[in-house]
């Protein structure tokens, strides 16, 4: 059941990406990044906990990201305590369904940077563009103590 | 003139964001300074410039504000330097200065400095906490134990609190009370040098936040008791809230946490009630009012056993119409209006008698419990039509009989309704097609004939090839739940069962908007047929499809502009407990009880003594309805979300013959000897002596209220 309007005066127009509500735009600006995520993780030794503090393997971290060129996340951690991350990702249909079971392993698990009270800041995708539909972001403690993480990711588009 | 309050603390560690995402949501202007130090050679940083806590450039600063807050708080009372630099604000007192906010302030006697000594006021009427002579500077409040944990930090359970008596208002109300506590994490109120309070509150004083033109004011004490059993009391001189001047001493208000705040980042903070009514006291007018709404899930549904109290259904019907007639009645009093989420699916998928149609028509429920089962649904169409009491639709049966939408696969041996545009003996598609490709890059003439258009979120694709994919002219058939054309099937069928209900739609008439079945809204193909169908928002949780955990809501809650608000319940019993034995009852399972589940049973001190001492019921009253409310306000304010109940699950510890009496401890008992209380009245009262409280911050709304201030807030 599509949204229509009326368009040149007598022709109906389904709303659609080609034909969207003529609406006036006033100082409107373009904004390539929105932030999507801000979160504060108690990192400890459990494996396949993500940023959001869940263990369930299948549940995405971020959803509906496939408008998204790269994600930039910043972090800032409260230890040094020796972590690493691991990065999933993996498309979904228009229906928001994953294609399939599982994950693409984009970054496997690699060592968290910095010291205790310091910034950090990842690209995901390193290099190459991303526009994957969801997003998995896992930590692990592998030494030391809890500790809090807390984060920010933005969008890029 | 725009509101606008400075906020004072040290670091960003233990800054707490919710004080940024209240403001937000009020439409408060803000600034923030850093103090450099607890001492009282700290400095000031602020964007003005640095200044010492002392100069007269930084009062000159702080005059360009409505108010100024003191953000730190500590559990312990030996520290000897912490917010000592704000000794020298008590004593800017001139019209010309804004108000300060002392929340859970740090003025221990255990402070050595003397520059902090030697400033503080001579006639400040409060008694200087002492870590080595706590019995003699202060009260030990709420029953004196101590929690299990730091109270400051308490996030949605294990509250601490009292029935609170405003003076000026005089108006009762159960709020998280904490004024100062110690590394014996036991709470402890405030006792007043009373010879100095009287000289304060005979002198004249001019400040537009004086409101009786007098020096101080004692703001709030604990209530008195309202029955001989509850000997929990305090002496004269205990205070919780007290004006000094210009100065506002105030309980806790804010847990520090380096939690960062978002839609769906923030532990529950539940002492909010003080940093809204000290900003209030201080004159700091909003930009906006935040709405109050409460939501039900399933306002008719019902246990086949209900032991120890063994109701019948036509009791547990009697209680539940007894509830909504009450709830009818607020919401026409209040102006608000009380959503309920109707447990559809027994009229196409399920037999079962504890769903709303078959309680209603089930034959395997006595007549006379249908009869009553008819008058709620009477009742709720109603209150559905004058807008008291909208109902939506609540489906348990979409998903694997689990819950809400998308919870599996496939929804195996899923049973449609008939007609309408999905309905048997329609031949529609129950999955995408094989075949999904952009119009704008589609080839002519290479789509099948069964080619149509879909839409999800700004992705429109033209699917084809159905072959295997749709439903026949069969009603029962397995369906595949991630895609928008079972989404469709599914939403269009509790809305037909909404209709043959008896109700004109499915989506909370004007409000369009609903809560979903254990908060699964799905995700994408879910949000874009709720939309198609009218609906503007539901509640959701951020795992949106539990227990198939393949979704998250997107990340700000709002998809295309459907809502997707978050869910907060207080029931007084957990889910896997099926309905509540009592405030507290010791033969209950695990978390059984409100004092279970809430964790509010302090060092046992509700526990030990349950039956001997009458006075642990007060204690549990209170305690729960300092939680719920607590709760409730955060999720009024940070969150912008929707407070549920199950009115049904809470009805069982209710006295069947006067169900909506007010809490009276052992004086009014239910059916087992244990103390009556109705969770949905007493709600509903306590938040409206808190919205009488708050009069320019907070006031009864409904959720369409809840999602215009979410879109005027929450921007692009």
Known sequence: MPVRFLRNASELADVSWETPLPVQVANAKPVPADTLLVATTSVDTTANRDLLGSTSTELPTLDACGQYRKLVWFYFRTSDAATTYRVLARATDHNGAPLGAGWQEIVPATPLPGAANSWGRIEIPATTDGYYDQYRIEVQRTAGSNYNLISKIVGVR | MRPKVCLVLSNFIGFNRVWLQVLRNLGIDYTLCIATSGATSANIQTPQGVFSPSSPDLRGYFRQFDAVILCDNVGDLALTSFINYSVFWMSWNAPEDPAFLFFNPYFSAAITESAYNNNFPSDFPIVRPNPSDLAGTLYAADGGSPSSFNPLVVSSVGGRGACVLFLAENIRAHVMTICNTHTDNIPYY???DTAKHSTLASATYTHRVARNGRAGEILAVPAPPTNAEDTETYPTDCVVAYRYRNIFWLPHAMARTPHSVSFWDSPVNSFLFWLLYGLQLAGVRPRYRLPVQME????LDSFASTAPFNFSYLQQMQMILAQFDYMRDFARRKNTAVINGVRVGGRHRTTSITFHWNLMYSTSVPAEARAVAQQVNQL???????GTLPCGVHDHTAGNYQGGYWLGDVRAGFRRHSGMRYGAPNNVPINRGRCCVAPHVLPAGVAGADAQTVQVGDTELVEWDFTGRASGTSDTFDLPLGNIHAARMIIESEIEEMLALGFPDGYCAGHKYTNTAANASGGECYWQALKEF??????????????????????NRLWYGFH???????????????????LYYPGSPPQGDAVRRWQL???????????????LAWRAYRRVLCQGIGNWLFTTAVVLGGFYIHAYTNSMIMSPSDPLARFDGWSKQNVIGEPHYCHSVELLENMDAVVQLLPEYLYWGTITDVMDHRERVMGG
């Open chain 2, 534 to 555: 009218g609906f503007r928002g539901v509640r959701s949780a951020s795992a949106c499809n539990t227990p198939h955990q393949t979704k998250r809501v997107v990340a």
């Open chain 2, 296 to 299: 039900t899930d399933h306002p």
């Open chain 2, 601 to 615: 049973d302090h060092g046992n001190d509700i526990s030990s003594g349950w039956t001997s001492n009458p006075a």
């Open chain 2, 564 to 582: 997707l608000v978050t869910d907060i319940e207080f029931d007084l019993q957990a889910a896997e407990a099926g309905y509540t034995r009592g």
């Open chain 2, 380 to 386: 709720l169409i109603a209150g559905h039509r004058e």
């Open chain 2, 190 to 192: 405030w006792r007043l």
